[in-house]
């Protein structure tokens, strides 16, 4: 089935490099014609003279190399092949190439291609599961690139999970897939193992992580900010991205509760695992958290306007000539954290809020806790030269009843791992 295919193999800096050494080999052995890139760090792993006794042709690796250039341009190199593998696909190839980079041979020649990609991802298990490598990977899988594996077990670096490369013979099988039409674009994709074991993207069972001490639990997050109607076009809102919120969702789901996220209009991607329900209002948003009560843990992320307008108008408000502007009456909004921190036999046994404050951080977060009745606050200095509104990263003190700890300053992520951690300690 291979007979005469043209493989163009890139071969990414990782210690899987050496796998490529039998996979020309089995390619060979099956009559397709292999020809090599190689990246700078690859060149570390894996001699070019292995590469280039085993498929009989020249290795490329410099793209300003003069005679590369002039023999073989980089457009040439994927316009002769009918497949590029890309094996092993390093954490830092994948990022360059769902980020569109062109800052050497390997990543020029596959932004340059417009032939199929199939790329076989290899790197340390939490380099595989970080919300980054996962988000890079979902892009390119939406794009059209295709994957093999990676495999779990054992890796180089004394750890455990996916990461591994897939086998030389498995690449192969992906590859025959391809070329009989059976294997299309898309990442790995995240099943359910079992009640107790949730196999993470690209895993094989042998491999599912265990590590799930939420498991049975339900919780409710909400995140992103609200919009409030002035009229069917306009509305009030703010600048709320989501990204905290989405984050504290994924990381509850990934430590095996059962999530439900009501979210307000965001652009970030629906985190994996999680329920997802889409609100514009904060009336909207209460009216979902109460469908999805009861549950064991609420944290309210979500950046809800105060207020909302009390005569939002039926049609469009039209400018009349000379006429003043309209007057907006505001009312205030349902306050979601206070309702869902209310004693009662639905409460949760832990409500987490957050205080969004541009002075007296910790002072106005202590005050909010006893005021909102919720257990926990993440309280974090919104003021606009942090640039935690939107932004990635985020610094945060927890106010519980013993009292303010500061975090060091980290990315949403891990503040949102950091919290799942304390989520589950509290419930263990
Ligand atoms: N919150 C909520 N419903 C509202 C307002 C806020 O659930 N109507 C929640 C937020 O999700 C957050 C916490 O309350 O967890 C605190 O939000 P923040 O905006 O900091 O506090 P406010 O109550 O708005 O107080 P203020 O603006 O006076 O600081």
Same mark, same amino acid.
């Given at each position: 089935m291979l007979r005469d295919k043209r493989i163009l193999l890139i071969v990414g800096g990782g210690i899987a490099a050496f796998k490529c050494l039998d996979l020309i080999r089995r390619l060979r052995e099956r009559g397709a014609a292999v020809r090599c890139v190689l990246t700078e760090s690859a060149a570390k792993f894996v001699t070019?003279?292995?590469?280039?006794?085993?498929? =009989?042709?020249?290795?490329?690796?410099d793209m300003f190399s003069l005679t590369d250039e002039s023999e073989m341009g980089h457009i040439q190199l994927s316009r002769q092949a009918d497949?590029?593998? !890309?094996? @092993?696909?390093?954490?830092?190839?994948?990022?360059?190439? *769902?980020?569109?980079?062109a800052d050497d041979l390997a990543a020029t020649v596959l932004l340059a291609t417009d032939k199929p990609v199939? *790329?076989? @991802?290899?790197?340390?298990?939490?380099m595989w599961l970080h919300p980054a490598t996962q988000a890079n990977v979902g892009l390119l899988g939406a794009r059209g690139t295709m994957f093999v594996g990676p495999n779990a077990g054992a890796m180089a670096c004394n750890e455990h999970g996916p990461g591994r490369m897939a086998e030389p013979l498995e690449i192969v099988a992906a590859i025959e897939s391809i070329f009989a039409? +059976?294997?299309?674009?898309? @990442?790995p994709q995240a099943r359910l193992a079992g009640p107790d074991t949730i196999e993470l993207p690209g895993t094989r069972s042998e491999g599912a992580l265990t590590h799930r001490p939420l498991a049975g639990r339900k919780a409710l997050v909400t995140s992103g900010p609200?919009? =409030?109607?002035?009229?069917p076009v306009r509305y009030i809102s703010n600048h709320s991205s989501g990204k905290q919120g989405h984050a504290i969702a994924r990381a509850l789901a990934?430590?095996?509760?059962?999530?439900?996220? !009501?979210?307000? @209009?965001?652009?970030?991607?629906d985190p994996p695992g999680v329920r997802v329900v889409r609100v514009e209002s904060a009336d909207?948003?209460?009216?979902?958290?109460?469908?999805a009560s009861p549950v064991d843990i609420a944290v309210c992320a979500a950046a809800v306007a105060?207020? +909302?307008? *009390?005569?939002?108008?039926?049609? +469009?408000?039209? +400018? *009349?000539p000379g006429a003043k502007p309209p007057a907006i009456d505001l009312v205030p909004n349902p306050d979601i954290l206070a309702t869902l921190s209310a004693p009662g036999p639905d409460r949760p046994a832990l409500v987490i809020g957050f205080a969004a404050e541009t002075e007296n951080v910790v002072a106005n977060a202590i005050a909010k806790r006893a005021r909102k009745g919720c257990d926990w606050i993440l309280a974090n200095d919104v003021s606009p030269a942090t640039g935690t509104f939107g932004g990635d990263d985020n610094t945060v003190h927890l106010v519980t009843t013993e009292g303010a700890e500061a975090w060091p300053p980290q990315s949403k992520d891990a503040v949102a791992r950091e919290l799942a951690r304390r989520v589950a300690a509290r419930f263990a």
């Open positions: 070019p003279l292995s590469l280039q006794a085993l498929s =009989e042709d020249r290795v490329y690796g497949l590029l593998v !890309v094996a @092993p696909a390093t954490a830092n190839l994948l990022a360059r190439m *769902a980020g569109g980079m199939l *790329a076989a @991802p290899a790197m340390n298990v939490r039409g +059976k294997l299309t674009a898309g @990442p609200t919009r =409030e109607a002035i009229d990934a430590l095996g509760a059962d999530v439900t996220l !009501v979210s307000g @209009p965001v652009a970030v991607a909207q948003m209460l009216a979902a958290c109460r469908d105060d207020w +909302k307008v *009390a005569n939002t108008a039926d049609a +469009k408000l039209k +400018k *009349a």
